[in-house]
Each structure stands twice: as structure tokens, then as C-alpha cells.
């Protein structure tokens, strides 16, 4: 019964831990194209003569890179100071081995408890930003790949080119996933934790009434 | 430990690092409180009996007693049972 909950939490640390990894690492993509796309726009505002101007540059585009860069900014700030508790966690149940006695076990999921209730807002602020940062991101992705765009009251006439298309679909393509996934991970690691503070709730009615008992 | 933590959770925490006798501020250091909500989480372990005064030279020092045995008993179980049942986090 000690073995499996303790295995149980120690894969539930585990499995967090790598998505606020990949956390990191695709905020940190949203973030460099976000300030790549946006240099590129400014430089394009600034040189009016540019030929460009007349194909790709727009003030949308520059305002969803500029959201991106924030996005993705946010976005790795609130993953690292998740990424600090959890890791310091985990390492602690790895240096513990595979026996973990009985109260170092509830030192470990007290600590996470209350690394938790510390970070349930970044959490859910997290749930939003992963969403917004893989959206701006694939709109990013789609008007990157244009060659050439006309909006006009006759409609809308625009250019693929076909080199760029293909490794910045790809490229969108994984990090909405990502984003997407994580959100939804991030959703349902809240979810059960949320659920586990419910049930603390229940039970520190149990620890009031024996605390209670010895009154006199 | 540090971090938003229920009052219970501080009560097990003193009470299992009291199982050898420990100074108020020791006690402060490992329990990451302050002087003034130390001694109030202390002075209601020692009036519920879960803790006992002890005196060593001019100092005092605080011991769990037998019935914080069974409150970490219970808070352990309690805890436990959080990872025995559902719901769990899975990929």
C-alpha cells in the first residue's frame, strides 16, 4: 500500500517536472521568434524604401510578435519558479532511493502541497499563457510564410512561398501542440491537486477532533 | 519547509522534530515560523500535552509526548492516503 502511493507521487513528480521542462524550452521559442519577428518588422517600418514594405510588413504582424516575445517571457518566468520547487523535489525523492521511509514520504508531498497552494495561481495564469503564446505563435507561423499579401475590397489575393512554408509549418505545427498539450496537462495536474486540497479539507476535520480530544 | 502550509501540517512538523528535545529557535529555524506564531503553535502543542517543557540549565527545551504519537500516526496515514486513491496525474 506505502509502496505504490510513494511510487505513485514519485511518478506524478516525475511527469511534471518534464512538462514544466518542455515548458521552458518551447517559451523559450515563442519568445526568440516573438523578438526575431518583431526586429524584422521595425527594421521594415524604419526603411520605407524597402520593397518588403509593400509585401509582408504590417502593424499586426509586429503586434502579434510583440504579444509572442510577452507571451513567451511570461511564459518562462512563471516555468521556472515552478520548475525550482519541482525540481528540488524530485531531486529529493532521487536522492531518497527507492525506499522512502514513512514521514520523510509526508515531508515530501506536505513540501509539494504547499509548493502548490504557493503557485495555483501561476498555475492556472499558465493554463491561459500556453494557449495565447501557441496561438500568437501560429499565426506567426502563417503569415511568416506568405510571400506576398493584397487585402482589398475585391478580396484577398496572397503568395506561399514554398521554401519557407514547410519548416515554419513545422515549426508552428509543434509548438501549438506543445502549447496546447501543456495546457491541457497543466489543467489536469490542477484538477487533481485541486481535488487533493478538498480532501485535506475533509480530513483536517479528523486532525481537529483528535487534536480537540485532549483539551483538558 | 516554507510555503503556504496548513496549521496542521505545522503542528506534524514540530511534533516529529520535537521527538528529540529541541530549542524555541531551533525549533523557529526548521519550522521556517516567526517568534510570534512560533510561540503560539507551541504554547497550544504544550497545552494540549503534545508537547512538554523541558528545562536544561536556564533554557527550555520542547519533547514531543506519547500522544503526538498517535497525531503523526494519524496525519501520516491521513497524507498517505491522498497517493492510495484516486485521483492521480497521468501523461
Known sequence: MHESACLRFRNEIRRFYLITVANIVFAGLVMALGISVSVQQAVLIYELSSIALYTTHSPVILCIALVAALAGLVWILSSIRIFEGIKAIKDDIDWKGGEVPDEAFTRLIVRMLSHYRDNRTIIRTMILVCTLGGICLFALGIVGSLEYLSISAGGIVFTLN??????????TLGVAVVSLAS????????KVWDERLGEIEVFEVLLKETLELYRE | MSGRRTAFEIYWEILVFCRTSQSFTGIVNRCNLNSK?????LGFLVVKEYLVEVADGDKIRYVSTERAGEYIALFNSLYRKLFDTAPRFKL
Request: glycine share 4%; charged share 10%.
Open chain 1, 162 to 171: 514554398t521554401y519557407l512554408v514547410v519548416p515554419l509549418m513545422l515549426l
Open chain 2, 37 to 41: 506564531t512560533g510561540q503560539e503553535y
Open chain 1, 183 to 190: 495546457s491541457f496537462y497543466f489543467s489536469r495536474f490542477a
